[in-house]
């Protein structure tokens, strides 16, 4: 998810589901470079408070987690997250 300030992509969320796993965080290159790679291949930072990894869920419980943490950071767009 891209979060855009005055028309410009500020930081972009990404997350990967395998079917056993989410992991997400800030994409290192606004998924320019790092598109197609999976995040921990890409550097992505998995650790809180802004990054999830989360396994063993079932699918529905998966999409609500990560339902949840893009609502968390969807208005993050400078990154000071109060």
Known sequence: MDLIDGGVVK???RLDYDSNAI?????PGLLN??????ARDAGVDTSGPDGIEVSGLAPAAAARAAGEWFRLHSEDV???RE
Request: negative net charge; without cysteine.
């Open 11 to 13: 930081r972009t969320l």
């Open 23 to 27: 992991t997400g965080g800030w994409s």
């Open 33 to 38: 470079w790092d598109d197609g790679l999976r």
């Open 78 to 80: 400078s990154g000071d």
